[in-house]
C-alpha cells in the first residue's frame, strides 16, 4: 500500500508529507517556508530519525541548509561552523545575552543577526544571513 501523500513528523518536531516512494526509500517535502525535498530510507522515517536541514536548530533561529560550506571535515566541526555557532549564542541565547556587555554596549538586541556581524551580510567564509537562520 503507498503511503504517498502521508503527513510524517519527525524525532525534531518538523511535519513532511511523503510525496514519492521507491523500494527502499521515500522523497519527503517538509511543511516549512523552504518545502525542501529529500529522500529518506524508509526505517528512517517510520522511526522519525530524518533531518530537515532548514531546522532553527541552533539559538531557534540558525540553520545548516544546503550548500558548499561544510559544518565538518574529517569527522571534526569546522572553524567557520565554531565562528557561526558561537556569534549565534553570543547574540542570541538568553544566557549568553544576558551576561554580554558587548551586546548591551553596541545595542544588539534579538532581533537582527546582519548587526552582529558587519553590515554587508556576509562573514569571511562567505556563508549567507538570512532573517530566519544561516544559510550554510
Known amino acids: 500500500m503507498s503511503k504517498v501523500g502521508k503527513i510524517v513528523l519527525n524525532n525534531y518536531g518538523n511535519s513532511a508529507i511523503i510525496t514519492k516512494e521507491s523500494d527502499l526509500k521515500y522523497e519527503v517535502e517538509f511543511m516549512d517556508d523552504f518545502k525542501h525535498k529529500q529522500w529518506f530510507y524508509k526505517y528512517r522515517i517510520s522511526e522519525g530519525i530524518f533531518k530537515n536541514p532548514y531546522n ?14 561544510k559544518s565538518s571535515e574529517n569527522g571534526k566541526k569546522t572553524k567557520e561552523y565554531y565562528i557561526w555557532s558561537s556569534m549565534l549564542n553570543r547574540c542570541y541565547s538568553e544566557i549568553f545575552y544576558n551576561q554580554s556587555e558587548f551586546c548591551k554596549k553596541y545595542g544588539i538586541s534579538n532581533t537582527g543577526l546582519n548587526s552582529c556581524i558587519n553590515g554587508t551580510g556576509k562573514t569571511v567564509s562567505g556563508w549567507k544571513v538570512k532573517e530566519v537562520g544561516f544559510d550554510v
Not at 532553527?56 to 560550506?69: S, T
Open 56 to 69: 532553527p536548530a541552533r539559538c531557534g533561529l540558525g540553520y545548516m541548509g544546503i550548500g558548499e560550506n
